[in-house]
């Protein structure tokens, strides 16, 4: 099992930043990937980028360049750095642990945080 707590997030004006926290407990040894969801209301949950144990990112068109995907293995934390924020980032934003046990993709979720960004 994998327990995941997703922090950070808040209310910020056309332009500003935020960085969210994620930080990971339980059985995360292995190959394993980390990532950001969010998901507006009326929308389905999309993908915002994915980092691997080995630091391999990528990252959705509407953020990149945007926003640093990015994780600390010493602190079992991954970090999502997001600036020149818009009001089409507003959504609730998700952390993510995939793993693959015996051959299986098990996937964990943090329990979300609001992202809302101000016209």
């Known amino acids: 099992q994998v327990q995941l707590v997703d922090s950070g997030g808040g209310l910020v004006q056309t332009g500003g930043s935020l960085k969210l926290s994620c930080a990971a407990s339980g059985n995360i040894f292995g190959v394993n990937v980390m990532g950001w969801h969010r998901q507006a209301p009326g929308n389905q949950r999309e993908l915002v980028a994915t980092?691997?144990?080995?630091?391999?990112?990528n990252y959705a068109g509407s953020v990149k360049g945007r926003f640093t995907i990015s994780r600390d293995n010493a602190k079992n934390t991954m970090y999502l750095q997001m600036n020149s924020l818009k009001p089409e980032d507003t959504a609730i934003y998700y952390c993510?642990?995939?793993?693959?046990?015996?051959?299986?993709?098990?996937?964990?979720w943090g329990q979300g945080t609001q992202v809302t960004v101000s016209s």
């Open positions: 980092i691997t144990n080995g630091g391999t990112t």
């Open positions: 993510n642990f995939r793993n693959w046990v015996a051959g299986i993709r098990r996937d964990y």
